[in-house]
Nanobody, 126 residues
């Protein structure tokens, strides 16, 4: 059974940092492009970042460029999202998702992704 489990969310003050993790089980992670999406209450789901199978290609939404870094460790079946200089507008539930097709669309489209985690909550507030 294919499964993602996200972790690392929490409450952080503006300007702070968090590192989200997404652990895969039941499938070979390196067969998939992986993306992070987020959804704030009352808003549409937004693509945040995407990484290719080997990590050689990464893409970011303009809203997070220069602040967030996506990476992966296929040997540990894990994808990370390092989030620095967090802002209140980054508050959302963050999801990882897997795409078997070899591309990161611009902007990221959630309908391209086949498998999703349950999400982890990130709250940026003083």
């Amino acid at each position: 059974q294919l499964q993602f489990v996200e972790s690392g969310g929490g409450l952080v003050q503006p300007g702070g940092s968090l590192r989200l993790s997404c652990v895969a089980s039941g499938f070979a992670l390196d067969d998939y492009y992986i993306a992070w999406f987020r959804q704030a209450p009352g808003k549409e789901r937004e693509g945040v970042s995407c990484i290719s199978r080997t990590g050689g290609i990464t893409k970011y939404a303009d809203s997070v460029k220069g602040r967030f870094t996506i990476s992966r460790d296929n040997a540990d079946y894990t994808v990370f999202l390092q989030m620095n200089s967090l802002k209140p507008e980054d508050t959302a539930t963050y999801y990882c998702a897997a795409n078997r097709l070899p591309f990161c669309s611009d902007p990221l489209n959630d309908f391209d992704y086949d498998y999703w985690g349950q999400g982890t909550q990130v709250t940026v507030s003083s």
